[in-house]
T-cell receptor, first 114, second 115 residues
Framework: AQSVTQLGSHVSVSEGALVLLRCNYS??????LFWYVQYPNQGLQLLLK??????LVKGINGFEAEFKKSETSFHLTKPSAHMSDAAEYFC????????????FGSGTRLSIRP | GAGVSQSPSNKVTEKGKDVELRCDPI?????LYWYRQSLGQGLEFLIY????????KSGLPSDRFSAERTGGSVSTLTIQRTQQEDSAVYLC?????????????FGPGTRLLVL
């Protein structure tokens, strides 16, 4: 079965600092990988997704993620954090060769220090 | 266009009561998904629909949970004889088609509290 592990339930960075949210996956088939963001009191929205095209994926709000098959990782980065980036971030993998069920990680809460 | 909508936004009920949660997907989206987000935990997949059929019901926590979708549009998640552990945010999502690379668009959720 496929699974997703997000290292660190809470990450805190200073405004302007690099954001790095870690995600590792396990999959027996080529995965499709996603990062979703959930702002306080809002629904989830897609940040970016990897679907076997370019390994470096650019998303909204300056975020990007790199698919590294050898490391089974899909870490999310942003060069310079902004206060508005404070939110919960979920990494997810699409399961199976034909199913659309998405397996989500447990989430990482990102806090930004002034 | 309108996004995924869910109703009610909040629901408080007494233990043992039945509740119905509604999801209106984005118009034209054939796939619909239900998830549960419990306090301090990640997202738990419950069930998905391809059109009106639900090929995979393995994520439903117990036989107290059921879901249906009619007309390829609105879906209802029903929880019978609610328990306190059912308290959570129930999220609905839809996608254009049933394909694992399709983006799922999420609704704002229904926050359920069972007293």
């Amino acid at each position: 079965a496929q699974s997703v592990t997000q290292l660190g339930s809470h990450v805190s960075v200073s405004e302007g600092a690099l954001v790095l949210l870690r995600c590792n996956y396990s999959s027996s088939v080529p995965p499709y990988l996603f990062w979703y963001v959930q702002y306080p009191n809002q629904g989830l929205q897609l940040l970016l997704k990897y679907t076997s095209a370019a390994t470096l994926v650019k998303g909204i709000n300056g975020f990007e993620a790199e698919f590294k098959k050898s490391e089974t990782s899909f870490h999310l980065t942003k060069p310079s954090a902004h206060m508005s980036d404070a939110a919960e971030y979920f990494c997810a993998v699409s399961e199976g060769s034909s199913a659309s069920k998405i397996i989500f990680g447990s989430g990482t809460r990102l806090s930004i220090r002034p | 266009g309108a996004g995924v909508s869910q109703s009610p936004s909040n629901k408080v009920t007494e233990k043992g009561k039945d509740v119905e949660l509604r999801c209106d997907p984005i118009s034209g989206h054939t796939a619909l998904y239900w998830y549960r987000q419990s306090l301090g935990q990640g997202l738990e997949f419950l069930i998905y629909f391809q059109g009106n059929s639900a090929p995979d019901k393995s994520g439903l926590p117990s036989d107290r949970f059921s879901a249906e979708r009619t007309g390829g549009s609105v879906s209802t998640l029903t929880i019978q004889r609610t328990q306190q552990e059912d308290s959570a945010v129930y999220l609905c999502a839809s996608s254009k088609r049933w394909d694992r690379q399709e983006t799922q668009y999420f609704g704002p959720g229904t926050r359920l509290l069972v007293l």
